[in-house]
């Protein structure tokens, strides 16, 4: 299986390239490019058949989507970016996934699930029903990847994977780093609450959010609610309410 890769970020697309490796040693990565003039010259002259394209919406020179106005693309189409707001248009061009960065083993696995069954389908009418599937998604849901923290007067950006808890100290929201440092963040945790991935991040009351990978440890209490001890030193006691526990219990054992 040979795949294009049409990224500028050479960090991601070194990311992207291993990723590949991993989930599925037998592909071949034919080239790597980085914006839209270089992906349109080198599909119209290279011989090489391409079997799947990953491509960043923001690439070097604008925005992908304009390759498929320059050339015809019959291939599955993957979109690798750090914005979600365009998985609509991603999918008005046909994509068969939409993966949000930082990539995940899990999600380039995924993606090759899709495309093998797709190759696998017997007949156009059953790749024709995902297309259609895909395109009635206007209801996407995806999950923010980066937040912006409140530090010395200016904001800063960081990914969602690099925090562990999220806390109201009085009435003010901090974010807590997995390298333990601490911001302040203009968000309600309610607003937060909806824009976290729930398999990683959960509420355990009404002060605190958590990352799954922030759970050192944890005690059951007599009165029927759990103590957890993170991975990091924060002021607050970390206590799942009682009326939380069972959901906790579900979530972390998931």
Not at 89 to 113: G, S, T, W
Request: proline fraction near 4%.
């Amino acid at each position: 299986m040979n795949i294009l890769i049409v990224e500028d970020e050479p960090k991601s697309a070194r990311l992207l390239v291993e990723l590949i490796k991993i989930v599925k040693p037998d592909c071949k990565v034919v080239a790597v490019c980085a914006g839209i003039e270089d992906t349109v010259a080198f599909i119209k002259d290279e011989n090489t058949p391409i079997d799947v394209y990953f491509m960043d919406i923001h690439v070097s020179d604008g925005m992908s989507f304009e390759i498929f106005n320059r050339v015809k693309i019959e291939q599955p189409v993957v979109f690798c970016t750090a914005y979600d707001e365009y998985a609509i248009n991603a999918f008005k061009v046909d994509a068969i996934d939409y993966i949000l960065k930082p990539f995940q083993q899990h999600d380039i696995e995924r993606v090759f699930v899709k495309i093998i069954k797709i190759q696998n389908s017997s007949s156009r009418i059953q790749f024709e029903e995902i297309e259609k599937t895909n395109r009635m998604l206007t209801n996407f849901k995806s999950y923010t990847n980066t937040f912006l923290v409140d530090f010395r007067g200016k904001k800063y950006p960081i990914q969602s994977h690099d925090i562990t808890v999220f806390c109201i100290e009085e009435g003010v929201v901090y974010v807590y780093t997995n390298e333990n440092k601490k911001y302040s963040i203009s968000k309600t945790i309610d607003t937060i609450e909806t824009l976290l991935d729930p398999d990683l991040f959960f509420r355990i009351n009404r002060q605190i959010i958590i990352n799954r990978w922030g759970v050192q440890a944890i005690k059951y209490l007599d009165n029927r609610k759990i103590f957890i001890k993170p991975t990091i030193e924060i002021k607050e006691e970390i206590i799942v309410s009682r009326l939380r526990v069972p959901a906790f219990n579900k979530w972390l054992n998931t």
